[in-house]
């Protein structure tokens, strides 16, 4: 095996087998000459083998096949299990617990995920006499296609061909051939949209308004001039128009929001408001999003010391901070029944994970959690009153299981999603009960917070997906939450993103109506940017204009630009915005659920 890590980390032995992308690069003399006399003596042993330049097979691989051609710079990593005829174009990746096997064909630059089974044959069953095992093989083999992108967990079936430049997300199971260019997902996998732009821009057609239609008036001026630019009729032009407009003055949002003053200084949500968790990790993810960076104000790894520094080492949990700008300490009796602390666990964690960083200690309330106290929490949740706030619970809990695994520590992942298949409700595709002062809302509302942590943070396929969507369209009639002056972030997020994430599974049912609704909502959204402030966490009012909630801030900026994108998204034009979200609402699985004690990226994103 490779040994002798440049790092030296007693853990890193194996390193490059693991990480076989910088091998030509990192690795000692010694290791490049093991590395090619083993390859010299497969090739010696097998003319039928064929190794380009720069290539690497790890010796932790299983490389059992009859012929094999890699093209320049393609790897086999570690736990890799390659049989059969495999042929690969250059620059190709057979990352860490792959299965390639059968007749395979791969062009350049195809990027296999970890835990991804490519199989190229399949078992006789026709005789029900004979056991399956013992009927002959057949195999019709599989064709990849150049710059194909294929996530982690993914399966592809004998005989299919997989279209250039497309996407297999991660858990899809694809069973039929996959178009050039189509981002696939689902099980079976499903086409999402499509990665290539049309060939001319197009007008949308006008669909049936289900809320009024008039712009939201404004009570106050833009608070700085600006000159006068035409808005593009388009919807792909007023994305792009929007999406500059946003980068060109995420620098300045930042800024207003910083107070140097307060613990050697801290982002607050406003310029007026008092510094908050939350508002560190939303200038990181607004930053993140839009520039591509840590915020100018403080050192990437200044943030990431500040971050870990607020996790008590006891619970795992993060404490809000003081009036000073410092974290509460000792913080008594903290645990996931404290609403910011359960929250902190999601916008300080993915905030970390965006500057390349972890929590220091696991959670350690939920690492100890058995099955049995698993089940018991998520009962004890408020369903029957409070579902928004049980979802929320839920979410906090699936994400604290999530950063546990980088501190190996598995969970009773069974336990938890066990109990939330076998409790939701079939009627409404849900969780919880509606409630007579509020409708549908607190469970629509809870199923976004419940999903987010669980099915969609986990690539995990949702029960019920038809009855999911007809409760959320059922919600978004209900005037008192989507009237064009009564929309807030909270309530458009929780419906965009369901469907969103129930599209997959749900193909074009309601698709007209699920369109008409993102239309109607990204307009109104579009509408509220405000120059140099970003967006406020509620839709201003023609009374009251842009005061209290409606007043632009971190959170309502943060959580908008994600609205944005999911809304996009839903009517095929988020590539118009040229930013996908990366933290907390990210749209790929941060990981596939753990199999056994190991667990793996949902996606293969760093390589």
Known sequence: MTTGSETGLPFDRTHFDYSPWSFWTDASDEQKQRQLALQHALVGARPDHVLGDRTFISELAAVQTDSLELGDRTYIAANAYVTGKVRTGRDCTINPSAIVRGDIRMGDAVRIGAFASIIGFNHGFADTEVEIFRQPLTS??????????IGSHVTVLDGITV??????????????????GAIVGGNPARVIRSRFAPTAPTTPQPVPQPMSPQPVPRAVPQ?????????????SGRLVHFASTARA????????????HIADGLFSDSPDAPPTVRAQCDAIEISSLLLGRAPDQLPADAQIARLQSYQDPETGLVPSLGADGLIERPAPGVDLNDGDAAYHVECVGYALDLLGARFPYPIRSVAEMSGDEVVGFLGSRSWRSRAWGAGHDVDALGTALLWNLDHGKRGAFEAYFGWLFTHVDPATGMWG???SDDGLLQIVNGYYRLTRGSFAQFGVPLPYADRAVDTVLAHTR???FFEPERLNACNVLDVAHPLWLL????????????????SNLLDAALDNWVDGEGFGFQTPSSSSGLTGASAPG????????????????????????????RGIHRPEPARGIPLGEAASPALDTAH
């Open 249 to 260: 003055q995420a620098p300045a949002i930042l800024a207003r929001s910083w107070n140097p």
């Open 163 to 180: 279209g250039e430049k497309s996407i297999l997300a991660a858990g899809a199971v694809v069973t039929k051939d996959v178009p050039a």
């Open 433 to 435: 009960h509606p409630r």
């Open 223 to 235: 608070p700085t001039p600006q000159p006068v630019v035409p808005k593009p009729e388009s919807l």
């Open 140 to 149: 019709t083999g599989i064709v990849i296609g150049d710059d194909v992108w």
């Open 503 to 518: 599209r997959p599974q749900t193909g074009a049912y309601r698709s007209d109506e699920i369109r008409a609704l993102a």
């Open 478 to 480: 209900d005037t008192r």
């Open 554 to 581: 971190l959170q309502g900026t943060e959580m908008w630009l994600s609205i944005v994108w999911l809304l996009a998204d839903l009517l095929g034009e988020s590539d118009a915005l040229e930013y996908r979200p």
